[in-house]
């Protein structure tokens, strides 16, 4: 049950009742409202055209099988593209997006490499933006998963050989990805839409992506990935959507050209000062809070609605699941303990010192670091 007891007022959005209360019809009717639009951006296409797009997907599958393979730290063989890494159906799904996502000027895209607090900057993103929208005391995110109100591109967007019609969804439009900056679609640059990058220190994303490995490598069966072998993997850079530090670069360094359409969080800085980086959040999506706002409580209220207890607890990331490119996923995979310092239980004073020292020799003269 979610726990967030605030202060009722008439325009709360953030007074969750018990999710198991809100009924599978309740739920039904949140995820085909007009606040998640993405099952109306697939209009009835005639035979031609279903099959126009499935050779467009069938098209990249062959060029993604004819790029290097390797191990990783994955439970699917990683690809190399571009300097990148990625599994097949995750990489055909970036290059569709490439080529037919159209970017608009109000568009908001969420960038991390994974396991960088990605379902928590979606949940966060999402109250706020709609905030307004929502005057009801049944808030989405307590029948919905973050990752089903933030949908990402190459994941969920552009998948099952479709190629959806975007120009449906309302403005502002809500998008994560995990794509390298150099490789996102060129539509993003030049509408000139923001975009939000959230990093996290490489040493509590590695233990993340390791545990999160290790859940679908179970689940399908598979040997699990040893700490040791994780490591070496991911300090050589072959991890989804890796290198993590040319990933974290690229946008730190876009961020540094544009500060006005690039905004960079750290994960750490928004744990220990979450009200302060909520309202620049805010702020730059172009959805500043007001001073009635704030002294109401809505600020504090967003965090507690999204804090990792409450959605860990809630019932749809509980025994829900969530269509992906490379399957189907348990909500409860996007859980683990959510906090800062978590390496310190797994990793040897000896690894930890082996990414820092990778840390330390990428980041150099890039005044980034942790």
């Known amino acids: 049950m979610l726990k967030v007891p605030l202060k009722s007022h008439p325009n709360n959005i953030f007074l969750p009742r018990d999710p198991i209360k809100l009924g599978q019809?309740?739920?039904?009717?949140?995820?085909?409202s007009q606040s998640y639009p993405l099952s109306k951006c697939l209009p009835s296409q005639t035979e031609e055209e279903m099959e126009n797009q499935k050779r467009t997907y069938q098209s990249f599958r062959h060029l993604v099988s004819t790029l290097p393979s390797v191990d990783g730290v994955s439970y699917l063989p990683l690809h190399c593209y571009n300097g990148w890494y990625a599994s097949l159906p995750s990489l055909v799904s970036a290059m569709v997006a490439r080529e037919h996502f159209k970017a608009q000027p109000t568009d908001v895209l969420l960038a991390t490499c994974p396991k960088s607090g990605t379902t928590w900057l979606k949940?966060?993103?999402?109250?706020?933006?709609?905030?307004?929208?929502?005057?009801?005391?049944?808030?989405?995110?307590a029948a919905l998963s973050p990752h089903q109100c933030v949908?990402?591109?190459?994941?969920?967007?552009?998948?099952?050989?479709?190629?959806?019609?975007?120009?449906?969804?309302?403005?502002?439009r809500l998008f994560g990805t995990h794509i390298p900056f150099q490789s996102l679609p060129a539509t993003v640059l030049d509408s000139g839409c923001r975009i939000v990058y959230l990093c996290r220190d490489p040493k509590d994303c590695f233990i993340s992506l390791w545990h999160y490995?290790?859940?679908?490598?179970?689940?399908?069966?598979?040997?699990?990935?040893t700490l040791d072998e994780a490591l070496e993997y991911f300090s050589n850079g072959i991890s989804p959507f890796g290198p993590y530090w040319d990933h974290v670069l690229g946008y730190w360094n876009e961020h540094l050209e544009r500060p006005q359409k690039v905004l960079f969080l750290k994960y750490e800085e928004l744990m220990q000062h979450p009200k302060v980086h909520l309202k620049r959040l805010a702020e730059f999506v172009g959805s500043p809070f007001t001073e009635d706002e704030e002294k109401e409580g809505v600020v504090e209220g967003i965090i507690r609605l999204c804090s990792f207890e409450n959605l860990s607890n809630s019932e749809v990331n509980k025994i829900g699941r969530v269509e992906l490119a490379v399957g189907t996923v348990e909500n409860?995979?996007?859980?683990?303990?959510?906090?800062?310092?978590?390496?310190?239980?797994?990793?040897?004073?000896?690894?930890?010192?082996?990414?820092?020292?990778?840390?330390e020799s990428k980041f150099r003269g890039s005044g980034l670091s942790f």
């Open 213 to 225: 490995i290790n859940k679908l490598r179970a689940q399908d069966n598979i040997e699990l990935r």
């Open 123 to 141: 949940a966060l993103l999402f109250a706020t933006v709609n905030r307004s929208s929502h005057t009801n005391s049944h808030p989405p995110l």
């Open 332 to 359: 409860s995979f996007f859980f683990r303990r959510g906090e800062v310092g978590d390496w310190a239980n797994h990793l040897t004073p000896e690894m930890a010192r082996r990414l820092e020292e990778i840390t």
């Open 151 to 172: 949908s990402t591109l190459e994941s969920a967007v552009y998948i099952n050989d479709r190629i959806p019609d975007l120009d449906a969804l309302p403005s502002p």
């Open 25 to 32: 019809s309740f739920l039904l009717s949140m995820a085909h």
